[in-house]
């Protein structure tokens, strides 16, 4: 993807820390531990710039990347994490106000584990999105983990939750940060994305 490199921005911890929105933005959003910082690290091949673990809850702020004129945020996930109860709470709230509530966002990136599907705390931000209409489009993760067999099921469960979202699009994208695939195709769609 795109000619430059990409650079730590900054970390926020509430909306009034949020940088100017004066660019094209994507996001990253998921359940605890699907992947998201991985595979930020591996679409820009940089592999300590977004801290993943394997501890869920490992992303505590919305942190802001720069790329080639784009902004590329990975975020808290949701769900369960191992943290205090007080501290979820309110970094679920700044995830919620921030996915609602930015102009600039062109799209944000599901992230689904494919060995678990879409689950309802899935379901809770996908109506999110459909009621902000920030267009969201299914990223699925771990693809190096999935049993073949189980494959086809996932995909047709994942089918049938996103065709109740108006603001999902069709097309997923099967992807592992592990072995690199799927990060070509995820790259050109971010890059189509730019301003
Ligand atoms: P939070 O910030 O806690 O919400 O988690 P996250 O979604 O950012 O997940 P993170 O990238 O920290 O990864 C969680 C765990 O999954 C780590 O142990 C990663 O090594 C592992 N992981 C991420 N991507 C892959 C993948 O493609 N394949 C495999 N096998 N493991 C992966
Ligand atoms: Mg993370």
Known sequence: FFA???????????????????????CFAGRSNVGKSSLINALTGRKGLARASNTPGRTQEINFFERDDLYIVDLPGYGFANAPVAVVEKWQRLLKSYLSGRQTLRRAFMLIDSRHGVKPVDEEIMSLLDKS???????????????????????????????????????????????????????????????
């Open 133 to 195: 209409a920030v267009p969201f489009q299914v990223v699925l993760t771990k693809d190096d983990k999935i049993k073949e067999k189980d494959r086809d099921p996932m995909l047709a469960q994942v089918r049938k939750a996103l065709s109740k979202h108006p603001a999902a699009f069709p097309e997923l994208i099967a992807t592992s940060s592990e072995k690199g695939l799927g990060l070509p195709t995820l790259r050109s769609t971010i890059h189509g994305l730019r301003d």
């Open 4 to 26: 430059g490199e990409t650079t730590f921005v900054k970390g926020v911890v509430a909306m009034s820390g949020l940088p100017p929105a004066d660019r094209a933005e994507i």
